[in-house]
């Protein structure tokens, strides 16, 4: 039964159960909540599923060329990804403060406030991702040889990397609109823009990769063609649907009078922190790709652990020989462990929605709820998905390489963190919850020291000074989420959050 004064789109938000802390402690699952948190998260899934084939289709394409092509090409896609999510994601998250002050005005009832805030947040990302896209073609060139000692990698991993950048300034205005329209609950919009991208570029990358039917054989470089050629498709979409009517009587976007510089400058402030938070995260990433690339084979080592019941099996295949196996073993896995890492973003976006709108509705106890309620449901899942990773890595790794090499380096790894997929969901969907309570700071500085002080300096001590090789580095790598996790978990229940106004 909705209250009076509700609007259809969010008299979940209004009416909603109420609850006070003690449910958060509560192991079962709140049927009612849970529903409403997957009704907005299953686009989300699909979407930001669909968009990751784009990477995986890279990888499987790239890894099936001939000879060292295919380790060296998988090996340089792996090493662009977190440069260009460093800089692409730091001015991607846009989508951040975007999605923060839309829900609260929409959960206050206040469509065409609402509208506002993206007309500014499309003004910052046209500026800014053009700027981004700009600077980006010509750093990589310089950027790319501190990366990886193997010049062939660093060959192709430029080239692929300079025509990714180019995605930046199409990638930047999606995310605003994405903001948006997850924020009024419209999740599925994002979802449609996904498929049409995937679509598209599946069918460029097999043309330019492999040079079918008269097409340029362009190999590495054709895949970040085909996804550049995707990214713009995606842009297109989401602008036909913001010009829909009924959205734009509604909220009154694309009004010069709705341009506001303090509104642009709330955007920024939101979502600077995210940015920040973003090229933390990626550079830690980047450098442990960096110790992958340096990693020495350390027999001696092993030896004594091989009288260990399950550190044995764990171990037998941790001697590294080849850097560049090592580095696309670890793309390999971070392939797979992406489908953990987009899923907990998915809960995580329907979690800062509906937190931004309870909130907004004078529902702080009930954004409380939905918060522990989807990191439940991110451990449940992502836990199942986890077992699944450590009974069968051979079937998991063998669908995005062919390389029985690449694989074996891959199975100790790809187990150990699939004990951690649980936890690393629920962190990363109370990232999100605070990030929708308008709280991005402590995010920040959260991952700062988390990658500064944990696994930067772990997976490098691990690795490389302990000689424990991959298995090593990835274990800093599960340090990392096991803290997070705990760290977020803390500071949501405080509950300091349900305070902050934007």
């Not at 705990?486 to 300091?496: D, L, N, T, V």
């Amino acid at each position: 039964m909705r209250c009076k004064g509700c609007q259809p789109t969010h008299a979940e938000v209004c009416c909603g159960p109420r609850g006070g802390r003690g449910d958060r402690m509560r192991l079962g699952i709140d049927t009612t909540l849970s529903k409403r948190i997957a009704t907005l998260a299953v686009p989300v899934v699909v979407g930001m599923l669909t968009e990751t084939l784009v990477n995986h289709v890279d990888t499987i394409l790239v890894s099936r060329l001939p000879g060292n092509v295919g380790i060296d090409g998988v090996a340089a896609i792996w090493l662009s990804l977190p440069v260009f999510w460093a800089i692409g994601g730091f001015f991607a998250s846009l989508q951040v403060g975007t999605q923060a002050l839309v829900a609260r005005r929409f959960g206050e009832e206040r469509p065409e406030e609402a509208g506002k805030v993206l007309t500014n947040s499309l003004v910052v990302a046209l500026l800014a991702g053009a700027a981004a896209s700009a600077a980006g073609w010509f750093v990589i060139p310089r950027l790319f040889p501190l990366l990886n000692p193997n010049p062939e990698v660093v060959r192709l991993g430029s080239e692929y990397c300079q025509i990714r950048m180019l995605n930046i300034f199409s990638m930047v205005i999606t995310f605003s609109f994405k903001g948006f329209f997850d924020a009024i609950g419209k999740t599925y919009v994002h979802m449609a823009a996904s498929i049409a991208m995937n679509i598209v570029n599946l069918c460029m990358a097999v043309l330019l990769v492999y040079g079918f039917w008269g097409f340029p054989r362009l190999e590495v470089a054709g895949s970040a063609v085909a996804t550049l050629s995707a990214t713009y498709v995606g842009l297109f979409v989401m602008l036909a649907w913001a010009l829909k009517g009924s959205y734009r009587k509604g909220f009154g976007y694309f009004r010069l009078r709705n341009l506001d510089r303090r509104l642009m400058w709330e955007v920024v402030r939101l979502s600077f922190p995210s940015g920040l938070a973003t090229i933390f995260l990626m550079s830690g990433f980047v450098f442990f790709l960096w110790v992958m690339g340096h990693l020495r084979a350390a027999p001696g080592l092993l030896d004594p652990l091989s009288f260990m019941p399950l550190a044995g099996p764990m171990l037998r295949n941790l001697d590294l020989v080849r850097p560049d196996l090592a580095t696309s073993a670890t793309g390999v896995m971070l392939s797979i462990l992406t489908l953990v890492f987009l899923t907990s973003f998915a809960f995580g976006t329907a979690t800062a929605t509906l937190v931004g709108q309870s909130l907004g509705a004078k529902k702080p106890d009930l954004a409380e709820r939905y918060g522990w309620e989807s990191a439940k449901l991110g451990i449940y899942v992502m836990g199942a998905l986890g077992l699944l990773l450590i009974a069968f890595p051979r079937a998991f790794l063998a669908i995005f390489t062919n390389k029985p090499d690449v694989i074996e380096f891959a199975v100790p790894s790809l187990r150990l963190m699939g004990s951690v997929t649980g936890l690393v969901s629920a962190g990363l969907v109370l990232v999100q919850a605070l990030y929708g309570a308008g709280n991005p700071k402590f995010v920040m500085k959260a991952q700062a020291i988390l990658h500064f002080c944990c696994l930067i300096p772990l997976s490098y001590l691990l690795g490389v000074v302990l000689d424990l090789g991959m298995f090593g580095t990835w274990a800093a790598a599960a340090m990392y989420a096991i803290l997070l996790s705990s760290i977020m978990a803390w500071k949501f229940r405080q509950g300091q959050w349900k305070q902050i106004q934007i």
